[in-house]
């Protein structure tokens, strides 16, 4: 993550994307992620997060990916992150003998309020790491520096997808709605044989 990871500061976003803190106002990332393989990834919950402080749940979304919860976010993001960051960076996942050999094989945290949820699906992680972070602001790293205006760390990547204050409501299914949908489409209903 010291090379591939580059932000798009204070610019526009789509006026359906409610990550920023104000109309089409807010940040974007590119991960470069190309090239040759350069870590094995952990394949499991490391033992080391299963025994954090102020963090729980932790879940195995894919290799090297892992959710976790912690504390609602009335604690400001760079606090949380910031601890979760110095807990991890004595850590032996963090630790390499050189810089040639210094990849993490846990590439990403992902900070939630469900982490069960988070890692049941890839359609949920993508749902909530990416439409609950505003980069510029959510997303933070183990040992992270700046260099020449790059940002970089040297460990894990950390990012903060709990639901913010300034975040819409969960929109939830009303499931007499649906059945009442659903009629519509049944035989003899005014939509029948049209599909979604």
């Not at 933070?140 to 950390?158: A, M, P, R």
């Not at 409501?169 to 519509?184: A, C, G, S, T, W």
Request: net charge negative; charged share 20%; glycine share 6%.
């Amino acid at each position: 993550m010291r090379r591939d990871v580059h932000f798009y500061t204070k610019t526009t976003i789509d006026t359906l994307d409610y990550s920023g803190d104000g109309l089409n106002t807010g940040s974007k990332v590119v991960f470069a992620a190309y090239g040759n393989k350069l870590r094995e990834l952990c394949r499991e919950v490391p033992q080391e997060l299963k025994e954090l402080r102020g963090f729980e749940n932790a879940q195995l979304c894919m290799p090297g990916v892992i959710a976790i919860q912690s504390q609602k976010s009335k604690v400001i993001s760079q606090n949380i992150a910031e601890e979760l960051s110095h807990q991890l960076s004595n850590s032996i996942l963090q630790q390499s003998n050189s810089l040639a050999t210094s990849y993490s094989p846990l590439a990403i945290i992902v900070l939630c309020d469900d982490a069960s949820f988070t890692a049941a699906t890839l359609n949920n992680f993508l749902w909530v790491t990416f439409t609950r972070c505003n980069p510029a602001n959510d997303i933070y790293g183990v040992d992270e520096f700046v260099e020449n205006k790059h940002w970089g760390c040297n460990g894990s990547l950390i990012i903060d997808a709990r639901i913010k204050p300034h975040h819409a409501p969960i929109l939830e299914k009303n499931i007499d709605v649906e059945k009442r949908i659903d009629k519509l489409f049944a035989k003899g209903g005014s939509l029948a044989g049209l599909s979604c």
